[in-house]
Each structure stands twice: as C-alpha cells, then as structure tokens.
C-alpha cells in the first residue's frame, strides 16, 4: 500500500509559468518531506524539504507547501524553466526509519 | 570531495550470473543505502545500513545480498541474476535517515 502518492504522472508548463507538482501522503506520523529531481541518466539530486512543523519553505524559485490536515504537499516552480524539465520525486520520513518515495512525476517546461 | 560514487555504470548480465556492485562515499556518512528505479516504480529500497557491519532489509530485498564490511563502501550482490532485476541502482548516503541528500550516479544492469 503506498503511503506516498503523486498522482500526476507527468506535468507540461510553459516557460515562464508557475509549476505546481502535488504529493500526497497517507500517514500522518511523517515529520519531514523532502523533494528531489532527477535528470536522465543521473542520480536523483535533493532539491528543498520541510518539517512538519512548518506549512512554508521557500528556496529561490522552489517553494515547498505543506498542508498536514489533508496530508498533503507541493512543490511550486517560479517561473518554470526548460533545465527544470525532469522527474520529481516527493519523499516522507518518519523518525530513524529509511524515506519512503513516491512514483514520481515527469514536468516537461516547454519554451 | 567525491561525493557517492558507484561502480560499474553499465554492466549486462546473462540469466544465473552474479555480480557485485560497489558504492563508496567519502563523506564520513553513518547510513547507506541501495535503491533501485524501474519505470512508473519510483525508488524502491532493497538494503541499508546505519553504520559500519550493519544490515537491513528493505522494500525488495529477495535476490540481493549486501555488505557494509567498511564505512565507506556498501556492496550490492546478486547470487543468481534474473531478468527481474533489470533496473537502475541507485546507491545513497546520509548523515541523518531522516534526510538523504547524496546520491550515486546509478548503476544501468541488463540481464537477459
């Protein structure tokens, strides 16, 4: 049963345009949420996280939103550009147990 | 600084053939891991350790064997390869499990 869930497999954004990718997450003991971005043919690269003790965390043009009444988050891209076009991963951690992943989404930034 | 890195970067494997992967980082990092990526699968853990001569099991561990025998290294082995074990390895470090933030440039294995 997965506990971490993007339910959007692939996104398509204008250049210039607001990227919003969507994770939701099934147990609401997990304390911090990160996210990751994954080039092809590389390792995933870790990318902004946050503590569930916050409901913000903004990193230049990376903006991470965390609403824990309806367990969930998302990660905004502003403005969207075509290098940030590549798979995202959302992922959940809870205390000294490993991250649990999401499925991923695809975000293509058209230009 | 290195980082993660892992060995081989490509690697074909005939049915019933064993292999070792191998990760190293030189970060001083506790807590290792193996992951591997298949499509529309995200990333699955097969393995981990949280510290030098320990083991875990993780999400899909059945078919591989893994060594922490230094701190550095984490070793992934497959006894017996099956085309199951197609896939991308992705090995990992941290500081904290809580919060991975280095990850290996993955390991592409075919078996046919």
């Known amino acids: 049963d997965q506990q971490v869930k993007q339910n959007s497999p692939s996104l398509s954004v204008q250049e210039g345009r607001i990227s919003i990718l969507n994770c939701d997450y099934t147990?609401?003991?997990?304390?911090?949420f990160l996210w990751y971005k994954k080039y092809p043919a590389e390792g995933p690269t870790f990318l902004i996280s946050?503590?569930?003790?916050?409901d913000k965390n903004e990193d230049g043009r990376f903006t991470v939103f965390l609403n824990k009444s309806a367990k969930h988050l998302s990660l905004h891209i502003v403005p969207s550009q075509p290098g940030d076009s590549a798979v995202y991963f959302c992922?959940?951690?809870?205390?000294?147990?490993?991250?649990?992943f999401g499925k991923g989404t695809r975000l293509s930034v058209i230009a | 600084n290195a980082g993660v890195t892992q060995t081989p970067k490509f690697r074909v494997l005939k049915t019933g053939q064993s292999m070792t992967l191998l990760c190293a980082q030189d970060?001083?990092?506790?807590?290792m891991y193996w992951y591997r990526q298949d499509p529309g699968m995200g990333l699955r853990l097969i393995h981990y350790?949280?510290?030098?001569?320990?083991?875990a099991k993780g999400e899909v561990p059945d078919g591989y064997n893994v060594s922490r025998l230094k701190k550095q290294n984490f070793l992934l082995g497959l006894e017996s390869a099956a085309p199951s074990q197609t896939s991308v390895y992705f090995c990992?470090?941290?500081?904290?499990?809580?919060?991975?933030?280095?990850f290996g440039p993955g390991t592409r294995l075919t078996v046919t």
């Open positions: 990992a470090s941290s500081y904290s499990p809580s919060e991975i933030r280095y």
């Open positions: 147990n609401s003991m997990f304390d911090y």
């Open positions: 946050i503590s569930s003790i916050k």
């Open positions: 992922a959940a951690s809870l205390g000294n147990t490993p991250l649990v």
């Open positions: 970060m001083n990092h506790e807590y």
């Open positions: 350790s949280v510290g030098e001569g320990t083991t």
